[in-house]
């Protein structure tokens, strides 16, 4: 089965360098999350989109931006990179709004800031 | 205080064993909850989710107190491959989001 996919899956910036992280979610699935997790850390949650408007807002820096496009795919754009931005950075899409919604994660892009 | 709270553990168990990890939630409007698996450096995988009737799915069983707002997930007849962080996510009311917990590592040996 498709699942979500993330892209790219490693990418190495320097500071004050930018990036854009992108996502496809599963088929179908109208709804996307990302996240990022740092090493020994949970997922926290950065933002989410649901119909292509943005849904909720977590703890996103204001150097960060993300939407959702036509094709409900996403992407993460992240500007002014700083050291402390190196992190996993997962993306999430579910199949509707609500609760009990069932989120499946893509494997994740791995940001090294030096 | 985090919203979703779990012992870090880590779980040093037999193969063969049962454990059990708890885990707490501070928002009682929180609606859905779910367990997670995550290996290292790999994404959370959903293990199941946790109904408020309890479910078992093979040698997992989760369950769900509302009154003392806590999750618990057993795992019987524990395996080498159990080995891995696993995630507490409480849904939150009204805004959906999934929040995790910082994890419970289990360490399953010979």
């Known amino acids: 089965a498709a699942g979500v996919i993330q892209s790219p899956r490693h990418l190495i910036k320097e500071k004050r360098e930018t990036a854009t992280l992108k996502c496809y979610p599963i088929?179908?699935?109208?709804?996307v999350y990302w996240y990022q997790q740092g090493p020994g850390q949970d997922p926290q949650f950065l933002i989410s989109?649901?119909?292509?408007?943005?849904?909720d807002k977590g703890s996103i820096p204001d150097r960060f931006s993300a939407q959702q496009f036509s094709d409900y795919h996403s992407e993460l754009n992240m500007s002014s990179l700083e050291l402390g931005d190196s992190a996993l950075y997962f993306c999430?899409?579910?199949?509707?709004?609500?609760?009990?919604?069932?989120?499946?994660f893509g494997q994740g892009t791995r940001l090294t800031v030096v | 205080r985090k919203e979703v709270e779990q012992d870090p553990g880590p779980f040093n168990v037999p193969e063969g064993a049962t454990v059990a990890f708890n885990c707490t939630y501070s928002?009682?409007?929180?609606?859905?909850f779910f367990w997670y698996r995550q290996d290292c450096r790999k994404e959370p995988k959903l293990l199941m989710s946790?109904?408020?009737s309890g479910n078992e799915d093979g040698r997992f069983t989760a369950q769900l107190n509302r009154a003392s707002q806590y999750i618990s997930l057993l795992i019987r007849d524990s395996k080498l491959s159990d080995s891995a962080t696993y995630l507490c996510?409480?849904?939150?009311?009204?805004?959906?989001?999934?929040?995790f917990g910082r994890g419970t590592s289990l360490i399953v040996h010979p």
């Open positions: 088929p179908r699935h109208d709804t």
């Open positions: 946790v109904y408020s």
């Open positions: 928002n009682s409007a929180s609606q859905s």
């Open positions: 989109f649901y119909e292509k408007m943005q849904s």
């Open positions: 999430a899409s579910s199949l509707g709004w609500q609760a009990g919604t069932e989120a499946f």
């Open positions: 996510v409480a849904q939150q009311g009204g805004s959906y989001i999934p929040t």
